[in-house]
């Protein structure tokens, strides 16, 4: 069996991680698979690059620019949304042709339109997608937050100051995804039962078969490792209580950096004999910027690509904290319990199903800045800590590993090409 999966990046995104791990995954268990990227950051070999030409570059262009007249000529949410009215052709490459299953995971931004998807579908090779957001069953948007109307047909979108109506942009992408998907045979799967749930809701996905098999994650590399030579190779003390806040861009408000300066705040305020006992580690993209906010020390590093130095950071802390206000299945959570370091995130999306609350870490109230931290109180100073660690491994391990995503994959597989075990 070969697969082929598609992303539009190799290495950056939570997307482009997960598709990447999955290959990994995959390969291990037997099954032949490369990675179709528009933006390859390796050398991998199982990794292929489209085209990148100037004329593939205008398509990227072009839907931003048509997104961004839709929108009044304002940036604002330029990148919340996608239409897909340019991409590329990939039904002509020899790695589609040798292919038996099509397996598509994030393909926006000019990786692929809807009339290349309607080609590969014309194929009639079997495809599998993985939804990481929304985007899949909704007009345009990748995260909808309080907004139902596309469980029946997206209009007057929110991210948009277009008029509604027939002519509207989102109704228009809706009506063109209806029309895509019906009489299609698209196995679809959600990366949590939180997306499953609402993926279900929506009526461009009525009559598809939607399952969700969560992201994998190689749990040999991410593993507790000692924590005192962890921290001694990052650069980091060793007596005092560290938390973790990780993004690719800290100040991004959607990872919800303001809901942890004002709940470090409340820490102080509430237990200030912590003030020299807790020390936040940031890294990603403007980790500076904390350093004036936060009240406790802040041990700021630039974003991280290496794999090796990323697992360092998660057994060098105490906690991970995640206060991000959208979200599906974070790979950062996953990664940290894998290293046995407990986390702290608000009920949203699917972190509830990843943190048990107060067994191996705390799901926090939505938006609450006090009960986020009381979270990290709890953890740092009321839990049974050793065995909050072993249970955030243990839940890894248990539900995540290589072999266990892989084993579910391949049932899918089996089960659109009509093979059987």
Request: with cysteine; aromatic share 10%; glycine share 6%.
């Amino acid at each position: 069996m070969r697969v082929l999966l598609i992303n539009t990046s190799e290495r950056i995104g939570g997307a482009a991680i997960a598709a990447s791990r999955l290959i990994d995954a995959l390969k291990t268990n037997g099954i032949k698979a490369k990675l179709l990227v528009r933006d390859k950051q390796t050398d991998e070999i199982t990794v292929v690059r489209t085209d990148t030409s100037w004329f593939n570059i205008f398509k990227f262009l072009w839907e931003r620019l048509v997104i961004w007249v839709n929108n009044r000529f304002t940036r604002r949410n330029l990148f919340a949304v996608d239409i897909a009215n340019a991409g590329i052709d990939i039904t002509n490459l020899p790695e589609f042709q040798q292919a038996d299953i099509i397996h598509l995971h994030w393909i926006n931004q000019g990786m692929l339109s809807l009339k290349n998807i309607q080609k590969i579908l014309d194929s009639g090779k079997p495809v599998v997608w993985t939804m990481h957001d929304m985007w899949p069953f909704t007009g345009i948007c990748h995260h909808a937050r309080e907004c139902t109307k596309y469980q029946t047909s997206c209009n007057h979108c929110m991210f948009l100051r277009n008029g509604g109506g027939k002519r509207d942009l989102s109704y228009r992408v809706f009506r063109k995804k209806q029309k895509l998907y019906n009489h299609s045979k698209i196995a679809f799967v959600a990366c949590s039962r939180w997306l499953e749930e609402l993926a279900k809701s929506s009526s461009l996905l009525t009559g598809h078969t939607i399952t969700s098999i969560p992201n994998p994650i190689n749990t040999n590399l991410f593993a507790p490792r000692d924590r005192k030579a962890a921290r001694t190779s990052c650069g980091l003390p060793q007596d005092m209580h560290l938390i973790l806040f990780a993004s690719m861009k800290i100040t991004d408000k959607r990872k919800g950096v303001d809901y942890l300066i004002e709940s470090c705040k409340m820490l102080i305020e509430k237990h200030p004999e912590q003030q020299d006992k807790i020390g936040v580690v940031a890294f990603g993209r403007h980790s500076k910027y904390l350093e004036s906010l936060i009240p406790f020390k802040v041990f700021s590093f630039e974003y991280i690509s290496s794999e090796h130095e990323i697992i360092n950071i998660y057994n060098a802390v105490d906690l991970y904290v995640t206060p991000s206000l959208e979200e599906n299945l974070p790979n950062t959570i996953m990664e940290a319990m894998a290293c046995g370091t407990p986390c702290v995130g608000f009920q949203v999306g699917g972190i509830p199903e990843m943190i048990d609350h107060l067994h191996n870490g705390y799901v926090a109230e939505y938006k609450s800045s006090e009960d986020l931290a009381n979270g990290i109180y709890w953890v740092l100073t009321e839990a049974d800590y050793p065995l909050l660690a072993e249970q955030a491994s243990r839940k890894v391990i248990g539900n995540y590993s290589e072999r266990a995503i892989a084993k579910k994959y391949l049932e899918v597989y089996n089960r659109i090409t009509g093979k059987h075990d």
